[in-house]
């Protein structure tokens, strides 16, 4: 049934069901002042489905896991941030989120779809043999998916705590989590990012110290940089020494440098270039 | 009016406070009354609904002068003149009783638009109709719809968002901050009337503990017994403010009991967890300064009313859109019940339990 689709019809796919769920949540929002929790959530895991068998696909057609240029960075973390949303989402109950998550997958997918410059060329064999090397690489992007959700509570939590000084409770204010939920399922998600990276970074570091050429300096620093960033703010908010607003701006602050970091990563890494589509 | 689905009673929009005292039927009268008037061979289903703010007989008529049975033995109970009661007097009959029983379970009736508590009231009502065999076929099936209508108008309009009293205003703003309250902490200082009403506000909405502190440590414990609260010396609420979640503020202190560097000291105790301060104190009993802590939450009287206002008007402005939704229930509805009344005719009542 995969081989129906080429990979970015399947990806066009998933991000115009995407597309579908933020739309709708923006109608939900501009016209009846609250959000479509269930009818979001469903077109949310439609997309997934589908984005699942556009990487599927690419993963099969490339020999690995598809992380072989901006566009495959792009759709992975936005399928990360995904994964987590449809489990984190149920029990977390807010329409919001999803709204949220719904645009931060659109404007990913979207936009690596539609930038071709992205997926012209992808690195080949960026793991050599070695399924660990693919496993750092993934567990990674990985943490990147949770670090976007963080981002996104994060929003949520800003916006919570505006409605809250300025009185402003009625309207869409009213379906925000609880300061104490936010902040709760802030600091869990910003404990199992910093845990998913710490572990990837181990995994990566294992082999670079057999090959200290492989990875240039400025990739480690960057990622190195990242971590510790995230690190350093979970413990600063463990000790009540980063809180509240300010906390809320921290884990904004750092997805975006965390996503700025990407650019560099990648053009860090050795140029093996190749066509990166598969054929119908 | 025979074989006419009917609605005879008062409620707050023509019986002032006064008169509602007088026809208010405490819990065994009104199991009695309700006994009586199902017996009656004019009546063939009947339902009552007694709230603070309504007395409201929904039935089946058998004969045309079911309703005047109705309000004879209810004013007779009541000691109350039949001539008075026609003044204040709900008396609808056919459609408009169906709509008026949709309007009512949706809140859109209630004295504080939108409120939940009437959809149980009506619930309860129904349930003990039933248990009394005076709901039949028709009263079943409009009971029924009824539930799901105002069930629809909750879920799809704003009608019963926001908080429009200053007790539950508080309670609202809580749950904003901390979620699910069971674990919060509640401190009461002052032992008045607006903190003990605000109190139990919070214990209704299953509040973890509450604690009353007082100038007069007498009155502290008397109201802490009354809520089965705990008792605490008004010179202790400095050290241990750093326990509590939420502080309701309600003394009066003619200077801040509050300060803000009192505040500062107890958020350094629990800086990852909020601080709600609610102050209901004329003059203001909480520093402003603490307002600007990080975690910290103030609120004063002004605030809280500024909140039951702006959520008054977001009800206000829902309403028109709930009207339309019952009535086009209301329209769908009533057919079936015609059918249903038609056909209901020839088989006799049921039996009184």
Redesign the interface.
Known sequence: MLALFTDRQWLWGAAEFYLAGWMLGTWSLVT???PSGVLVYILLAVGYLLQICGLGVRGQAVGGCPLGNAFEISQFTAWSALSLYLVVGVTFRSGLLGYLTAGLATALTLISLAVPGWDATRRAHIFGANAWIEFHAALALFSYGVFALLALTSLLSLF?LY???S?????WF?F??????L?QIGVRLLGVGVALLAASLAVGSAYWIQDTASVSAAKLLITVAVWVAYALALGL?LK??L????FAWTCVALFAAALLSLVPVDASRRPLPQTARTEP | MNGALFVIGATHHQAPIAVREKLALPGEAAGRLQQELIALPEVRELALLNTCNRVEFYGVAAHPTATGRIQAAFCRQQHFDVTEFERFRLDLSGRSALLHLLEVAAGLDSQMVGETEIFGQVKEAYAAAQAQRGAGPVLNRVFQKVFQAAKHVRT?T?IN??QVSVANVAV??A?????NLTTAQVLLLGAGEIGEKTARAFLNRGAGTLTVASRRMDRAMELAAQLGARALPFDQRESRLGEFDIVVCATSSPEPVLGAGLVAAAMKKR????LLLIDLSLPRNVDEGAGRL??V?V?NLD?LA??AD??RR?REAEITKCRRILSDRADALWPQVEVQLRSSNGIPKPSAG
């Open positions: 009846r002042g609250r919570r409605s809250l000084k009185m402003h409770l009625g309207g009213s925000l989590p609880s300061v104490l939920d902040d908010r009540g020494w809180i509240a607003k300010r | 799809h704003a968002l926001g609202e703003l749950r904003n901050i901390f979620g800086p990852t967890r909020p990080q975690n939450f609120y605030d500024k909140i702006e959520n977001a």
